[in-house]
């Protein structure tokens, strides 16, 4: 049996998804430490500008005694500007229709709570 754990990150990359496959049990190791600038709340996406960073709001003090599960996402315009962008940078790739509004769904419902 493979057993596989990875701490949860906004946007994962592929590879995370190739590990999943590969594991017959996968869990989020969501009980980890907060840590400011990683992925645990940001990525970035490409752009015809180049790469752009999309940062989740959450409100991180006392970040070193929480858990990332337990840290709160700050309820703002922070939505509606990551779909925005990920649309004008996405919306003319060849499976844009199919998966982006599963996204959409995604993000806006993982939004209203923790990390």
Known sequence: MILTAHQPVYLPWLGLFHKIALADLFCYFDIVQYQK???NNRNQIKTINGKLW???PVESKEHFSKNVSKIPIIQNSWVKKHLKSIE???KKTPYFKHYFYELESTIQESSKDTL
């Open 54 to 56: 999309l940062s989740v």
């Open 88 to 90: 004008l940078a996405y």
């Open 37 to 39: 600038r990683d992925y």
